[in-house]
């Protein structure tokens, strides 16, 4: 009997000295990590601010293949939100204050315990990466709330790993969902000419993208300077490419709704007469123009149809990359004229 109050006793001491242990934690939690992700800041925004991309890259979802998570109409934006539920409760998040591609706050609410606050910091490097932070806290904590957190560790444990993990899966998803490409071959249509503007050079293929980055803004800051109207997207027009040599001749051009008569030297104009092509559509990076204009030299072979040697080839950029940061949603189409 003395034995059993012995043990009682210390089962006392032991809980009352848990308990003031608990009391006296901090009032507050911080639990922050950061992570370079592979992808510009508009794209790693654009992500996370829906909802509905979460699942995808959440440690937790990926942990729980049991837990189930209910998207609301609005996912995406100021007051956005999602719900889950798991062994442990139901829990929600809503984002309550964003600014595009720079910082995204949120509020998450699990079971009963307090709210706590979440936020992202987006900040872009100059070689096209994100450092992104992603941060959780929470103040006036009760008693209640102290001693789960303690017993399962603390914040920092229960969080910062699944943290890192997300925000590794968040890095692969962005890089894979960049990669995305198709191409479709459109068929024979009727390419309708115009007056354009342009500059031409001679360089090696492998030096063609430096050029074009001086050459297309040359095009359009004389186009705005002159208040030329332009008549469609910019294009290129190839008129040699050489494989054994690898050596390209191409003109960057801007489309205008008349005949300009250039005050520059180095900018010219010319005009496309009406013509046939073959019209092939790649939507995704420009990296995958080789294998674009592969496919509809193939088509072109394969359906017995003969090129125009002295006709245009062209390259037309239908929407602008500073617009559309996600390289999978660049459009390009290609015109090879036909006979």
Known sequence: MKALKYIFFLLLIAIIGLAIYIAVQPNSFEVTR????????????????????????????????????????????????????????????KTTAAVP?????????????????????????????????????GKDLPFRFKAFATLM?????????????????????????????????????????????????????????????????????YAMKNNIKMAGAPFNYYHKWDEANNTVMFSCCVPTTDKVISTDPDILTGQ????????????????????AWETAMKHIEKNGLVTDENGPMLEAYTNDPMENPNPADWVTEIYIALK
């Open 272 to 291: 496309l007469k009406s013509f046939k092509a073959l019209k092939t559509t790649l939507k995704g990076n420009y990296s995958n123009l080789k294998e």
């Open 153 to 221: 560790g603390g914040m920092e444990k229960q969080i910062g790993p699944h943290y890192e993990r997300s925000l590794e899966k968040l890095d692969s998803v962005l890089v894979e969902s960049m990669k995305k490409y198709s191409i479709t071959i459109n068929g024979i249509t009727e390419h309708s000419g115009g007056f354009y503007i342009y500059n031409t050079v001679s360089c090696k293929i492998p030096d063609m993208p430096k050029h074009i980055q001086q050459m297309m803004p040359k095009l359009g800051e």
């Open 34 to 93: 950061s992570k370079t992700l592979n992808a510009p800041a508009p794209v790693v925004y654009n992500n996370v601010i829906d909802y509905k991309n979460w699942e995808s890259w959440s440690s937790w979802a990926d942990e729980d293949p049991d837990m189930k998570i209910t998207l609301p109409e609005q996912t995406d934006g100021v007051g956005g939100s999602y719900q889950w539920e798991d062994e442990d409760g139901v829990g929600t998040m």
């Open 101 to 137: 591609n720079t910082s995204i706050t949120q509020e998450m609410q699990f079971a009963d315990f307090p709210k706590s606050d979440v936020s992202w910091n987006f900040k872009p490097n100059e070689d096209g990466t994100t450092d992104a932070t992603w941060t959780i806290s």
